[in-house]
């Protein structure tokens, strides 16, 4: 079974300053997406950023990037030029490759992160 | 854009009681989830299915059923309400496609006393 841990329980940075939440993950599984989701303080889940296993570059969205390290296992989400806006739970989760069954996330605990002014 | 709607945001119920909480998206997705978040777990899946009249256990099913009888329509059922189902219920869909993301309603926020 596949396992995701997140172990920042919460951080705290002030705005405009970089950040990067920590994600390792455990599988035998080669092919494989992760993703990181943000839940904003009484607020839908919404996702933040994805990355397929195969691919090697790093995903980036605007001010979100990934630091994949598929050999380590770690799947590390920066947000850069931090704002007020950022204020959320973040969720790391892994998917298998696959059809149907396989189709399901696993989620790591939540990070906590609070954007100071 | 994708539209999950969750029946309640919040909902409180007695010890006992036969719960209901309802979940349509509006996408035509294969895919449908129910999750139940805690503090310090995460989500866990409760069930989920991948088509109509189809379910899967997910990793929490015990005192949870589900019920899939529409593609737009998955309903989390409660049999006999217990305080330890105090929880937010999250629904999710995604497309039947390896890969993609899943979308999320608002969650429902229910307290069993």
């Known amino acids: 079974a596949q396992t995701v841990t997140q172990s920042q329980p919460e951080m705290s940075v002030q705005e405009a300053e970089t950040v990067t939440l920590s994600c390792t993950y455990d599988?035998?599984?080669?092919?494989?997406?992760l993703f990181w989701y943000k839940q904003p303080p009484s607020r839908q889940m919404i996702l933040v950023i994805r990355?397929?296993?195969?691919?090697?570059q790093n995903a980036t969205e605007n001010r979100f990037s990934v630091n994949f390290q598929k050999a380590a296992k770690s799947f590390s989400l920066k947000i850069s030029d931090s704002q007020l806006g950022d204020t959320a739970m973040y969720f790391c989760?892994?998917?298998?490759?696959?059809?149907?069954?396989?189709?399901?996330?696993?989620f790591g605990q939540g990070t906590r992160l609070t954007i100071n002014p | 854009d994708v539209k999950v709607t969750q029946s309640s945001r919040y909902l409180v119920k007695r010890t006992g009681e036969k719960v209901f909480l309802e979940c349509v998206q509006d996408?035509?997705?294969?895919?449908m989830f129910w999750y139940r978040q805690d503090p310090g777990l995460g989500l866990r899946l409760i069930y989920f299915?991948?088509?109509?009249?189809?379910?899967e256990k997910g990793d929490i099913p015990e005192g949870y059923s589900v019920s899939r009888e529409k593609k737009e329509r998955f309903s989390l059922i409660l049999e006999s309400a217990s305080t330890n189902q105090t929880s937010m219920y999250l629904c999710?869909?995604?497309?039947?496609?390896?890969?993609?993301?899943?979308?999320f309603g608002d969650g429902t926020r229910l307290s069993i006393l």
């Open positions: 999710a869909s995604s497309l039947g496609v390896s890969g993609q993301p899943q979308h």
């Open positions: 599988t035998s599984e080669n092919n494989y997406y």
């Open positions: 990355q397929e296993a195969y691919k090697q």
């Open positions: 989760a892994f998917m298998k490759h696959g059809n149907q069954g396989a189709q399901k996330l696993v």
């Open positions: 996408m035509d997705h294969e895919n």
């Open positions: 299915s991948y088509d109509v009249k189809m379910k």
